[in-house]
């Protein structure tokens, strides 16, 4: 069993920050080292698109996740938005996920989405974003070929969420998430 678990943004992207000058970048490096550290003691093999503060490509991302014919892929992300803050985690699928995947994606997101909400952060649910050529406007989820969320764990300039968004706990979390649908009998 393959996962493939991205850490958003990287090198000279920081992603979102908020007023104490925290990146998303950071956040998404530590999240995703644990839970690639996680998975992997649990069995799987894990392909990471970073495992340092390091650029990243999207197109780059999505063409390893393909090459290597992982399972499924797991991108990791902090959320930011203008005026008073929100709240939660919530994740984005592929419009193809219904009918190429029978779903999975979306299975593989509620059950990350449950677990994060036993954080105390509030599950925001699983959504689709499509662009005017009617695909999907994420190009993680556009361009790769497998199950595939982009999770949102938290609202980085939400002082709340950042108190209840322990790293060990998230990756945690998100490891026991991805358990529950690629299940230790499924590892070849």
Same mark, same amino acid.
């Given at each position: 069993m393959k996962i493939a678990?991205?850490? &958003?943004?990287? &090198?000279?992207?920081?992603?979102? #920050?908020?007023?104490?000058? *925290?990146?998303?970048?950071?956040?998404?490096?530590?999240?995703?080292?644990?839970? !690639?550290?996680?998975?992997?003691? +649990?069995?799987?093999?894990?392909?990471?698109?970073? #495992?340092?503060?390091?650029?990243?490509?999207?197109t780059l991302d999505a063409r390893l996740a393909n090459e290597n014919n992982v399972d499924a892929v797991v991108e990791i992300h902090l959320n930011s938005n203008e005026g008073t803050p929100d709240t939660g985690s919530e994740a984005f699928v592929s419009i193809r996920d219904a009918t190429q995947w029978n779903g999975r994606a979306k299975e593989l997101a *509620?059950?990350?989405? !449950? +677990?994060?909400?036993?954080?105390?952060?509030?599950?925001?649910?699983?959504? !689709?974003?499509?662009?005017?050529?009617? !695909?999907? #406007?994420?190009?993680?989820?556009?361009?790769? *070929?497998?199950?595939?969320?982009?999770?949102?764990?938290?609202?980085?300039n939400n002082p709340s969420d950042m108190e209840k968004l322990d790293i060990n706990k998230a990756a945690n979390a998100i490891a026991d998430g991805i358990q529950e649908v690629f299940t230790k009998e499924m590892i070849t």
């Open positions: 678990v991205f850490a &958003g943004h990287g &090198g000279s992207d920081p992603g979102t #920050t908020n007023e104490k000058g *925290q990146k998303e970048k950071d956040f998404t490096l530590a999240i995703s080292n644990a839970v !690639t550290e996680i998975l992997r003691s +649990r069995g799987y093999t894990v392909i990471n698109n970073r #495992t340092t503060d390091t650029e990243r490509s999207i *509620q059950a990350i989405l !449950t +677990r994060l909400s036993s954080l105390g952060l509030t599950n925001r649910g699983v959504f !689709t974003s499509v662009n005017e050529n009617g !695909t999907d #406007t994420l190009g993680i989820l556009r361009l790769t *070929q497998m199950p595939t969320v982009l999770l949102e764990a938290a609202f980085l």
